[in-house]
């Protein structure tokens, strides 16, 4: 059974910085791409960022390009999401997604305030 757990969402003000985690278990780590994607209230889903199981070549959206940095770590079957220079429109529900069955985590709640 696969399990992505994310961790490190929380309430932070505009500028700040948050880094999200998302633990996986149940499937090979290494062979898969993985990502981030949010949800905002009354918004679709979208893509934040991916990376791919080899070579750890990335992408973003253009949103969160120069901000945010999308990283993993085989060894720990995790991948992160670095998030600098927050803005109010960065606050949704983040996700992490595995290219795996196309898996998902249950989210963590991000939200940019003052």
């Known amino acids: 059974q696969v399990h992505l757990v994310e961790s490190g969402g929380g309430l932070v003000q505009p500028g700040g910085s948050l880094r999200l985690s998302c633990a996986a278990s149940?499937?090979?780590?290494?062979?898969?791409?993985m990502g981030w994607y949010r949800q905002a209230p009354g918004k679709e889903r979208e893509l934040v960022a991916r990376?791919?199981?080899?070579?750890?070549?990335?992408n973003y959206a253009d949103s969160v390009k120069g901000r945010f940095t999308i990283s993993r770590d085989n060894a720990k079957n995790t991948v992160y999401l670095q998030m600098n220079s927050l803005k109010p429109e960065d606050t949704a529900v983040y996700y992490c997604?595995?290219?795996?069955?196309?898996?998902w985590g249950q989210g963590t709640q991000v939200t940019v305030s003052s």
């Open positions: 997604w595995s290219e795996w069955r196309g898996s």
């Open positions: 149940g499937f090979t780590f290494r062979r898969y791409d």
């Open positions: 990376i791919i199981s080899t070579a750890g070549s990335t």
